[in-house]
């Protein structure tokens, strides 16, 4: 069980902060109020908060805590500029720190609040109550790991780090980032799906674990050894061997019947949204690439010279089809790309996956490649385009998660 901790956030350090308070705060551990509006600065090493009456030194850290948890909140102005934080309201605790001459600003927020905020950020006009309950359960686990500083800094590849990856991690570290506070456009079912869902989180082997998600899977999901097996979307893929080319070519140009090859993607804008992704390529896209041009690529990006190219071949394959390991022929070498140069090279085809056959063009006056793939993004976990046709088809958060993350049950944790 979770203890319950505080998740902090810094929020942004300056020589002189503004900070407005809405509604009533505690000043330490006394039970002294101040409101209002206070410039905030640093001089002969204390901290001062001065606002039209007063001055209030300290020499030591300062904790604010709001009178009333639900209608407290604090908004903050750099002197010299804005940030992503600023102007915003943030609830919870505010812990002021200094840092030689500037002023660090720090919020302390619990898990559910903390959740609230990033789901509403993330899904603001997103109205399947299912689909967000299932991601509110996402979120708190990782803003659990978060809170109790047990994860480790990890550097995702290339690929991950995509725009068809990274608008769906959700890995503790990254979330201090996509974390700004009170939305300004309020969806109130996501507060709901939170509320709903209160201390639920997903468990495995009697331990919590980060959930990874994909745009779309393309209708099978990757194994990932000792925390995900594979998952097909329709019953028809469930004994098709996809690390075998033959097998996965005819798979990709079925189509697959499945919850991510969803008619109505307009419906769906709000996973990408601002992001420039066309959600009508999810579940199956094409790329053509002249041979000149990928030629190119392996020069100028990996100082790989075949000489005049002759073919390419897939080697290796996930469960999902994932492509593992390419060669790449040439009169006068042959390389195999694997790993982090594969993931190079998949991000300068602009390949919205790692699941893809290539065919050959190699007799006509420009000879070009031509990719056809399945899904977007890494194909592990929660697929949210079938997660939300789930959703829309009137399926429960328990039936979208015990269908994409079989193995894991859901626990109250506090």
């Not at 840092?99 to 302390?108: I, K, P, Q, S």
Request: proline residues 1%.
């Amino acid at each position: 069980m979770f203890t319950k901790q505080n998740i902090k956030v810094k929020l942004f350090d300056g020589s002189k902060i503004t900070l407005k308070m809405k509604g009533d705060y505690f000043i330490g551990e006394s039970q002294r109020r101040i409101s209002g509006k206070w410039d905030i600065y640093i001089s002969d090493d204390k901290i001062f908060l001065e606002d039209e009456i007063e001055i209030v030194m300290s020499s030591s850290d300062v904790y604010l805590s709001p009178v009333n948890k639900e209608m407290g909140g604090c908004v903050f102005e750099l002197d010299q500029g804005d940030s992503k934080y600023s102007k915003h309201l943030f609830k919870g605790i505010i812990l002021l720190k200094r840092e030689g001459e500037d002023v660090v600003v720090v919020n302390e927020v619990d898990v559910e609040s903390f959740v609230a905020s990033i789901l509403c950020n993330r899904f603001p006009n997103n109205t399947q109550i299912e689909y967000l309950k299932v991601q509110a359960v996402a979120l708190r686990n990782s803003s659990i790991i978060l809170a109790i500083n047990q994860y480790s800094e990890r550097n995702g590849s290339v690929f991950e780090e995509s725009d068809y990856c990274k608008i769906l991690n959700l890995r503790p570290q990254h979330l201090i980032k996509k974390y700004t506070g009170v939305s300004k456009v309020c969806n109130q079912l996501a507060h709901d799906a939170v509320k709903e869902t209160e201390g639920l989180a997903l468990v495995s082997h009697d331990s919590l674990s980060y959930i990874p998600q994909t745009l779309c899977c393309g209708g099978v999901t990757e194994q990932v050894t000792g925390l995900l097996d594979r998952v097909c979307d329709s019953v028809q893929n469930n004994n098709i061997d996809l690390s075998n080319n033959d097998n996965i070519e005819q798979w990709v140009f079925s189509g697959s019947d499945s919850y991510c090859k969803h008619e109505d993607i307009a419906a769906m804008d709000d996973l990408v949204a601002g992001s420039g992704i066309d959600l009508s390529q999810a579940h199956r896209w094409k790329r053509n690439v002249e041979v000149v041009y990928f030629n190119s690529l392996l020069r100028n990006n990996f100082d790989i010279n075949v000489g005049n190219f002759k073919g390419v071949e897939i080697t290796e394959r996930g469960t999902s089809g994932a492509v593992k390991s390419i060669s790449v022929f040439g009169d006068a070498d042959e390389v195999v790309l694997k790993e982090g140069d594969l993931d190079r090279l998949i991000v300068l085809l602009d390949l919205p996956s790692r699941s893809f056959v290539v065919e050959e063009n190699l007799e006509e006056e420009e000879a070009t490649l031509e990719i056809n793939g399945a899904g977007m993004g890494t194909a592990e976990g929660i697929c949210n385009v079938g997660a939300m046709a789930m959703s829309v088809q009137g399926k429960s958060m328990k039936d979208i998660l015990d269908h994409y993350l079989p193995g894991f049950i859901l626990e109250k944790q506090y």
